[in-house]
């Protein structure tokens, strides 16, 4: 029994022996699990970091290298700046003949007239800028004045105030443009004496039981076409200012003034008809035709100095412009297209082309002939300089006629001389041929301006008139109808007509606007005082 006991005693013993050790083991094991974890955690806090380091590092290179290409590509452009500087230009290799020339031909063309050497195209000066503050507000804006003086001392509360200087600043400010109604009040009377009863006439307005005033309608029309607004956004506009007008009452408005503006229009095209002069040209124009869609019409321009003409027409037939200018019998500036040649010859009108289109032509040559076509262009050029002169002298009739003789009748000269000796040397099918050609058959047209200085160098002003047109087409893509490009027409000539004299156009429509409508009878003023030249004459009076 002693034995047995002694036995246990040391069994368990044994057995707390090993439990301790386990129990050291288990908390070693657990040490050690969270050392693991811990090491794990920065194991992956540092892969993570060494990702981001590595993304940084390839972004940094990335742009090293891009920066490194910027570098070479400045050096390469400083390099070519140098070269350009310090390297003489190399004339361009005499081309040679495409064709076989006779003896006669290949001496002419060995001894054409050398190109005139034009100037350097001087840079406008730059303006001097003032050390210090700003520039000034222009003096006719009007200026809302507001005084500012301090009632009372912001520290004591003191009021006996002395003033030691003023501070004046000048600021932009605008008024915002809004709508508004104009309310009249006419009172009906009855005389004392002979009991007859009267009504004061009511004010102005563009025609009877009108919606809106004559100058509303002139805000509006010079919006719509000068300003170049669709219709739509002039409508959206004038809701977003809680004032809804239907589309059919805008267009009914255009109608309206169209109509109104038919007589100065007529006026017009009696002045350009009586005109020694005229200049024309011609642009397409989309117009929705019922049960047929969209048509692709056409837009006339015919100008003068001081008025401008439009008229749609559907098709680009000869038909209809001679109809138009039958028995005119002064100069057309016009392109050289085969619907015109009916309107030039004996009895009839006289043909003025259009320098512009042969210089650029000029230029279009250049890539097939680059020698030559620069030598041609240089004498046109020339004519360009000299004329840009004479503007910029003021130079007009006789002064002016004498100055295009003296410097852009030998330019025309040489070039003539020019082109014969080398029209030879060029194949039939060549651009530059094709502009030689063009010059040779309409010599006396574009010439013709040399010997009347009324006549324009090119029919440049009257394409200018089409820039509107065509930001306009952007805009509205279409005429609704027939009517509509006929009243299109009407209104488009007399905002050019304004643009051409440099009038305030808006002020011109309200002011015509008045003269015809319901007062017409009070100023009972003829077409011919009406137009916006008699309106610019009225303002310089």
């Known amino acids: 029994m002693n034995v047995s006991a002694a036995a246990h005693a040391e069994l368990r013993a044994k057995h707390e022996a090993q439990g301790v050790e386990l129990r050291a083991q288990k908390s070693a094991q657990k040490v050690l699990h969270d050392q693991v974890v811990k090491l794990t955690q920065a194991l992956l806090h540092a892969t993570a970091q060494s990702a981001k380091q590595t993304a940084l590092i390839e972004a940094l290179t990335a742009e090293v290298a891009k920066q490194s290409d910027r570098i070479e590509e400045l050096l390469a452009i400083v390099n070519r700046k140098k070269r350009r500087r310090s390297e003489p230009k190399e004339k361009a290799a005499e081309p040679e003949p495409a064709v076989e020339l006779s003896p006669e031909q290949q001496e002419a063309y060995d001894n054409r007239p050398t190109p005139p050497e034009l100037p350097d195209k001087q840079k406008k000066p730059r303006k001097e800028r003032t050390s210090f503050g700003r520039n000034k507000l222009p003096d006719h804006l009007e200026r809302d004045e507001h005084h500012l003086k301090p009632s009372a001392c912001t520290k004591c509360g003191g009021e006996q105030l002395v003033e030691i200087r003023r501070h004046i600043e000048e600021k932009l400010d605008v008024v915002k443009a809004h709508t508004r109604v104009r309310r009249t009040v006419r009172v009906t009377c009855e005389c004392h004496d002979c ?13 009877s039981r009108s919606k809106a005033t004559c100058e509303w309608l002139a805000w509006f029309i010079w919006e719509r076409h000068a300003m170049l607004v669709p219709m739509d956004r002039i409508r959206r506009n004038l809701l977003a200012k809680h004032i809804p007008l239907a589309m059919s009452y805008l267009v009914s408005q255009v109608e309206r003034v169209a109509d109104i503006l038919a007589p100065i229009d007529g006026e017009h095209w009696k002045q350009i008809k009586a005109s020694p002069w005229m200049a024309m040209d011609m642009t397409g124009l989309k117009v929705l035709i019922k049960d047929v869609g969209a048509h692709n019409g056409y837009l006339e321009a015919f100008r003068t100095d001081d008025a401008v003409v439009m008229n749609y027409e559907p098709t680009k037939g000869a038909e209809a412009l001679l109809a138009k ?17 009916q309107l030039f010859g004996d009895d009839k009108a006289t043909e003025a082309g259009c320098n512009a289109h042969g210089r650029r032509k000029l230029r279009d040559a250049e890539s097939t002939q680059p020698k030559l076509a620069k030598d041609a262009a240089k004498f046109i050029s020339a004519v360009y300089i ?27 000269d040489n070039f003539k001389k020019w082109a014969s000796a080398t029209a030879p040397t060029l194949l039939p099918d060549d651009p530059l041929r094709k502009v030689i050609n063009y010059y040779t058959n309409h010599w006396a047209a574009l010439t013709l301006f040399l010997e009347r200085p009324e006549i324009p160098i090119d029919n440049s002003a009257t394409e200018r008139i089409y820039q509107d047109v065509a930001k306009l087409r952007n805009n509205v893509l279409f005429a609704g109808s027939t009517e509509g490009a006929h009243r299109l027409a009407v209104i488009l000539g007399i905002v050019a007509s304004c643009k051409l004299l440099g009038i305030d156009g808006e002020a011109y429509l309200g002011w015509v606007l008045t003269r015809l409508g319901t007062h017409r009878k ?14 610019a004459a009225s303002l310089r009076a």
């Open 195 to 207: 009991c007859a009863r009267f009504t004061p006439e009511a004010l102005p307005s563009p025609f």
């Open 325 to 341: 200018l039958d028995g005119y019998k002064g100069v057309i500036v016009a392109d050289a297209e085969h619907r015109h040649n």
């Open 386 to 412: 000299a004329e840009a002169k004479a503007k910029e002298l003021g130079l007009t009739g006789s002064e002016l006629l004498s100055w295009r003789q003296q410097h852009c009748r030998p330019h025309f």
């Open 522 to 535: 009070h100023y009972n003023l003829p077409a011919s005082q009406l137009t916006p030249a008699a309106y």
